[in-house]
């Protein structure tokens, strides 16, 4: 629990949002097409593949990963089959109990934050669905949200930018290739660990940032080639949510327009 406190309050001190215990995004780990493995690997974009599925903190450091799952499970399941997910819902994270955000709020949980393809439950937060016809409110949450969540994004960017390999696809067996992936992971979270406050691995301009006029696109979205093995995945889970887990996003929407605002949010609205 001391663990998920400190990940927390890192979270809230640079990317400020409250309570949130990680990032959480899954990728096509893109490979040669394995022989006898069947349609096991094969997925909608017509390559052979299996998922990674991560989990990092505020500093582009990964605490849970899930290598494995078929790539032809494009969609749905993914997240709710993992290790991991499995884990969330059984209530076996040693997550801290929920507490207010202020004197007298209302008791909330503690999160991980995803993007649409993740389900919204009691305990991962999800965007507002849609674009258009979103009020001031929940635009803003989707804003901090988003910054919180381009952590995970900005990890996977760094070991596609960093670690040559994963450039092309993967030309090996699957149990070698599941296996350098583990050994980059583990690389990445040694050095990275080394690095902070020093920027050598991890420069300035690698990553997203704010600036004056919106986001500035990290260096690494430049420089993915299209036959990276990194491809996005679709949807993890169905989008179906607990009436509960809909009033603790509606809680942290009104928290962040209200006692937790910050100045510069409503430039983003």
């Given at each position: 629990?001391?663990?998920?406190?400190?990940?927390?309050?890192?979270?809230?001190?640079?990317w400020n949002f409250n309570h949130c215990i990680g990032a959480i995004d899954g990728k096509h780990v893109v490979i040669q097409c394995p022989e006898n493995a069947g349609s096991s690997y094969f997925n909608y974009k017509n390559s052979h593949s299996f998922v990674l599925l991560a989990v990092c903190d505020a500093n582009y450091i990964f605490t849970f990963v899930d290598?494995?799952?078929?790539?032809?499970?494009?969609?749905?399941?993914?997240?709710r089959d993992s290790f991991l997910g499995q884990?969330?819902?059984?209530?076996?994270?040693?997550?801290?109990?929920?507490?207010?955000?202020?004197?007298?709020?209302?008791?909330?949980?503690?999160?991980?934050?995803?993007?649409?393809?993740?389900?919204?439950?009691?305990?991962?937060?999800?965007?507002?669905?849609?674009?258009?016809?979103?009020?001031?409110?929940?635009?803003?949450?989707?804003?901090?949200?988003?910054?919180?969540?381009?952590?995970?994004?900005?990890?996977?960017g760094i070991l596609s930018s960093q670690w040559r390999i994963l450039r092309r696809p993967i030309n090996c067996s699957i149990e070698t290739a599941m296996k350098i992936v583990q050994a980059i992971v583990c690389l990445h979270n040694y050095i990275r660990i080394q690095d902070i406050g020093v920027n050598e691995y991890i420069t300035e301009n690698m990553v997203d940032r704010d600036g004056c006029d919106g986001l500035i696109e990290g260096s690494w979205r430049r420089n993915i080639d299209i036959n990276s093995a990194f491809?996005?995945?679709?949807?993890?889970?169905?989008?179906?949510?607990?009436?509960?887990?809909?009033?603790?996003?509606?809680?942290?929407?009104?928290?962040?327009?209200?006692?937790?605002?910050?100045?510069?949010?409503?430039?983003?609205?």
């Open positions: 629990k001391e663990k998920w406190l400190n990940i927390s309050k890192e979270f809230e001190e640079v290598i494995g799952a078929y790539g032809r499970r494009s969609d749905g399941g993914i997240f884990k969330f819902r059984t209530n076996e994270m040693n997550v801290p109990d929920p507490k207010p955000f202020y004197f007298e709020g209302n008791s909330m949980p503690y999160v991980l934050v995803g993007d649409e393809a993740f389900p919204l439950t009691e305990y991962l937060m999800r965007p507002f669905p849609g674009k258009q016809g979103l009020n001031q409110d929940k635009i803003i949450y989707n804003y901090r949200l988003s910054r919180a969540r381009r952590t995970i994004e900005n990890a996977f491809q996005d995945i679709r949807r993890c889970s169905t989008n179906n949510s607990s009436r509960k887990a809909a009033r603790i996003r509606d809680d942290f929407c009104e928290y962040f327009n209200s006692e937790g605002a910050i100045p510069w949010q409503f430039q983003h609205c």
